[in-house]
């Protein structure tokens, strides 16, 4: 296993295990209720999420401490303010949660193998992916 140092175009320096070789490893782990690392690039910066495999959660690995704006802003996604013309068009409803309930902006991200995922950006450089804001949504709601 390979680890180097990248300099993010996020403003912070973060350690990224290059691990093409081990994710059937983690695949099988994450059976049994394990979270694990996935690397996404932004532009030629690699950047470093935590799959929760209980919760479905995808988000980046500086929310460790779970006091990130992404975690927080994640267990009050909504839909209450989204109206059905907000989704008109065929937008991603997470991106649309990302934008319109928070100072957040939406970037997209490739994994290792060119596939693209939107993320919501928060201003203390955490994210979550939009189809985590857009799931944890619809079960915010049903509690309410």
């Known amino acids: 296993m390979k680890t180097r140092t990248f300099k993010s175009g996020l403003g912070f320096s973060e350690e990224v295990t290059m691990k093409r070789s081990f994710y059937f490893i983690l695949t099988v782990l994450s059976l049994s209720g394990f979270a694990i690392e996935e690397v996404w690039k932004l532009g030629d910066n690699f950047l470093s999420f935590e799959k929760d495999t ?22 009050k996604a909504s839909f209450k303010n989204i109206s059905a013309e907000d989704l008109n068009g065929g937008k ?35 994210m979550v992916s939009n189809s985590t804001l857009y799931k944890e949504a619809k079960v915010n709601d049903e509690k309410k």
Not at 57 to 72: F, K, P, T
Not at 104 to 125: M, Q, R, T, W, Y
């Open 54 to 75: 209980e919760k479905n959660w995808l988000y980046s690995r500086n929310c460790q401490n779970q006091n990130c704006e992404a975690l927080i802003f994640l267990k």
């Open 92 to 126: 991603n409803p997470g991106a649309v949660i990302c934008h319109k309930n928070s100072k957040a902006k939406v970037v997209i991200l490739k994994d290792l193998d060119g596939n693209e995922n939107s993320f919501c950006l928060f201003s203390d450089k955490s």
